[in-house]
């Protein structure tokens, strides 16, 4: 089968494609899948019925009658690098993400690494990059005493709390997941993980919502934080600020009504300004208990529950 009559690769085409949203791009692919239009038979159709059915400009269906330019490179520089491509809608797409967050899941994703994690029980973590000496060892704690249960530790892979949540996991053996703020041609394994992070990627997932030549933005950072939330079954913030990506991953998370755990300290400190905010419109309090260890009790039983299993035993705790 040619490329360029996959699923996937039309996707590619299209999402690099000028002037077509990734809102549009989702509507294609639905309508795609909706009228069971092969990829051969979608591009057989004339330039009307592309614009005229499907909405697609004169620009986007130059990119699907002219993939050769970009479009053939791009898709071989992936398949050379071990990416796959999922399509929303199609096998392979992470399944507890498109219901999560229904008609604004990424219509696409690029992963490296152990697909089956996007169907572990997953927790992810947020929180600032700029993080207390206590946010990151709490970081720590949380992610390895998770890995050690076998949950998936999701999160960004930026500096501060997120390295410190994969490099936890990983340490203890565990499997990690990092949600990319650009391109996923971009990645590489940070000098803080590779000591820990194996070359084949075999305990890590990559993904990333973006086109693979597209470099670090400020609003990719935002975008993929709630696709974080997406591919979790709970959420952790460490330390947000009261603005910021932090701040916005854990409203999203309230906003899905999924659960959100957020550590709650003894004494406030400047990188956690946003903590109580959530704290005082439902997310739940996570400390430690008396041996010192987080209390994951609670998130454990949420995530268990999710799962069809019912476990958990009160502790006595103490805030961080």
């Not at 004339?46 to 791009?74: C, I, M, Q, W, Y």
């Not at 899941?105 to 993080?131: T, Y």
């Not at 930026?158 to 997941?177: F, I, M, N, S, Y």
């Not at 084949?200 to 997932?205: A, F, G, P």
Request: proline fraction near 5%; hydrophobic fraction near 40%.
């Amino acid at each position: 089968m040619s490329p360029s009559e996959r699923v996937e690769f039309i996707a590619v085409a299209l999402l690099g494609a000028p002037g077509l949203g990734t809102g549009k791009l989702r509507e294609v692919l639905d309508q795609l899948r909706r009228k069971e239009l092969t990829p051969a038979n979608f591009l057989k159709l004339d330039d009307k019925t592309l614009s005229s059915h499907f909405g697609l400009g004169r620009r986007a269906v130059d990119a699907l009658r002219h993939p050769e330019s970009n479009a053939v490179a791009a898709w071989e520089a992936l398949e050379r690098q071990g990416v796959r491509v999922a399509v929303l809608g199609y096998s392979g797409y992470p399944e507890r993400l498109a219901r999560m967050l229904r008609a604004s899941a990424p219509p696409v994703l690029f992963m490296r690494g152990n697909p089956d994690l996007a169907m572990k029980a997953a927790v992810g973590f947020c929180g600032s990059r700029a993080a207390s000496a206590k946010g990151l060892t709490v970081a720590s704690d949380c992610a390895r005493s998770l890995a050690r249960e076998g949950v998936n530790v999701v999160s960004g892979y930026a500096r501060g709390v997120d390295l410190a949540a994969h490099r936890a996991a990983l340490e203890v053996g565990g499997t990690t997941t990092m949600v990319l703020a650009e391109g996923i041609s971009h990645f590489r394994i940070k000098g803080e993980l590779r000591d820990v992070m194996d070359e084949d990627l075999s305990r890590v997932l990559v993904i990333s919502e973006f086109p693979p030549g597209l470099p670090w933005r400020a609003h990719n950072a935002m975008a993929r934080n709630r696709t974080i939330c997406g591919l979790a079954n709970a959420m952790v913030v460490i330390e947000s600020g009261a603005e910021g990506g932090t701040f916005e991953a854990g409203r999203t998370a309230l906003e899905l009504g999924e659960p959100l755990f957020c550590v709650e300290y003894a004494e406030a400190t400047p990188s956690a300004a946003g903590n109580p905010y959530f704290l005082q419109r439902g997310a739940l309090g996570l400390r430690r208990a008396k041996s010192g260890e987080p209390n994951l009790t609670q998130l454990l039983s949420v995530i268990r529950t999710d799962y069809g299993s019912r476990d958990g035993r009160s502790q006595r705790e103490l805030s961080f």
